[in-house]
């Protein structure tokens, strides 16, 4: 196992690891549930963790990375759900409150 990711940002994690796992690569969310314990240790252990289960797969994994979260972060606009009216970052694909894909 091997850590490929770690954010403050919970939604970022669980959208990497949907990339990843839409590659077939597997991975687990480590920290999940620690935010409540902020404030005994260290920030940056708090935040969640991505790790691969396979280290063979972490260069390509890396690079499937670098290639969807740069791109998506700066071309994708800032979108409002359809449903719910949640503002919602570009590079998600659907609607973290509701679940409401993307209009297009
Ligand atoms: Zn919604």
Known sequence: MKK????PNR???FHIKNILESYHIDCL???E???GAAGELPPNECWPEIWINDEHKYDKALEI???NILT???TLPTWICTR???KLEGQFTACWRCGETRYR
């Open 72 to 74: 998506d972060e700066v």
């Open 11 to 13: 939604l970022m994690v």
């Open 84 to 86: 719910c009216g949640e």
């Open 4 to 7: 490929i990711y770690t954010s």
């Open 29 to 31: 969310i480590k920290n």
């Open 33 to 35: 549930f620690l935010a």
């Open 65 to 67: 990375l670098e290639k």
